[in-house]
């Protein structure tokens, strides 16, 4: 995920960002690991970025995988129980999308499992 925000920074003024928001949309949702604060971004890139272009990184992380907290919060069950799925049919060698229709899930559920943008998305 770090290597594609630092590829946006070099050419987010030359070129359309959305594959590479696209793709780290797609990285993130299939991530477990918690979401990440302004305040952890800049104590890692803080040293090698201004105060102005790492707000625009983190800006543009938090648009393409459509969160904005001001603090670590863990992810939600619904988002863990995604990664649950997806992990355990890698582990037994099942092509993703394939496997997931296979689960006899709802549709839109299929949907939230395979990435797919605008899917269902329980509301809390």
Excluded at 42 to 67: C, H, I, P, Q, T
């Amino acid at each position: 995920m770090v290597q594609i925000i630092w590829m946006y920074w070099g050419s987010h003024k030359r070129c359309r960002t959305e594959p590479m928001s696209e793709v780290l949309r797609l990285l993130w949702s299939s991530y477990p690991d918690a979401y990440i604060s302004f305040k952890e971004f800049r104590k890692g890139f803080g040293d090698a970025l201004s105060g102005r272009k790492l707000e625009k990184m983190y800006n543009f992380f938090s648009e393409a995988v459509g969160e904005f907290k001001e603090y670590v919060e863990p992810r939600s069950l619904q988002h863990l129980c995604r990664c649950t799925v997806r992990k355990t049919l890698a582990e037994k060698k099942i092509w993703i999308p394939e496997g997931v229709s296979q689960t006899g899930l709802a549709k839109p559920l299929q949907s939230f499992v395979n990435l797919e943008k605008n899917c269902f998305q329980l509301e809390v």
